[in-house]
């Protein structure tokens, strides 16, 4: 099992909202391609919306994560590369529904020209480390 440690705020630093400064441990590292607003078909969910793109991007990333043996609760960083800053909110939401706010990852947040599709709002990354299986 990986133990995880976090510290919100190291010396000197003002603590995150919704995230930590420094989170490490050992084990496994897994890395999670961005993330977006897809179905398993390729259909966009949620077109306008950044509540409902950011519910499908937390599922799709819990989907890879558990594809490497992996949890929400193994993640150690998370990037969010948003078109709108101001979609923050919503996402976050998303985000507080599979995190444990007790002990979130590292983030960060850019806002972004463009993604791959115009009806994209947001794209999420994740890297996670995973306790090695005996």
Request: aromatic share 6%; charged share 20%; hydrophobic share 45%.
């Amino acid at each position: 099992m990986t133990q995880l440690h976090h510290v919100a705020a190291p010396e000197g630093l003002a603590p995150g909202t919704g995230y930590s400064h420094v989170v490490w441990g050992t084990g496994r590292f897994v890395a999670v391609s961005g993330q977006i607003a897809l179905d398993e078909k390729g259909d966009l969910v949620g077109e306008g919306d950044p509540a409902a793109q950011a519910r499908q991007v937390f599922a799709n990333l819990g989907r890879c994560l558990a594809a490497a043996g992996a949890t929400f609760a193994d993640v150690v960083k998370l990037t969010y590369f948003v078109t709108d800053i101001d979609h923050l909110p919503p996402i976050r939401e998303a985000r507080d529904e599979v995190v444990d706010p007790a002990r979130p990852p590292a983030s960060s947040a850019v806002q972004v020209t463009a993604l791959i599709r115009p009806e994209l709002l947001l794209e999420i990354e994740a890297y996670a480390i995973v306790g090695e299986t005996t």
